[in-house]
């Protein structure tokens, strides 16, 4: 197994664990892919759940830019839902599982397809 394919199985092991939910593997495999060489970087490859700014970047570079949603208030309060459900005490809350996440509350699994 590479460096990649263990990190997968370590986001799948978070969203059983600390999401309470199944994962869809061959998305969760598509989304850490689209996420690129960022997985592989400690700061990157997470997402700082009480830093206004980097959730506004996941708003603009993931939901708007990547899933094509329409800017509004449903997006941050879906952000923050993710966050909630990863538990905001959770230090380390990968990136791949957030976007995830955020693509399964959406149903946008097709731009993946």
């Known amino acids: 197994m590479g460096k990649r ?4 199985a370590k986001y799948a092991d978070d969203l059983k664990n600390k999401c309470g939910m199944t994962p869809d593997m061959d998305l969760l ?3 850490t892919i689209g ?3 960022a997985i592989y970087n400690d700061d990157a490859s997470t997402v700082a759940g009480s830093q206004e ?3 506004e970047t996941v708003k603009t570079n993931f ?3 990547k899933l094509g949603l329409k800017d509004g208030p449903e997006l941050m ?7 909630e459900t990863y538990g905001k005490s959770e230090r380390n809350k990968y990136r791949a599982v957030v976007y995830y996440m955020l693509t399964k509350h959406f149903g946008k699994e097709s731009v993946y397809g």
């Open 5 to 8: 394919d263990d990190l997968i």
């Open 29 to 31: 495999t598509k989304v």
């Open 35 to 37: 996420c690129g060489p």
């Open 53 to 55: 700014s980097e959730l």
């Open 63 to 65: 939901l708007i830019k």
């Open 77 to 83: 309060d879906a952000i923050h839902s993710v966050i």
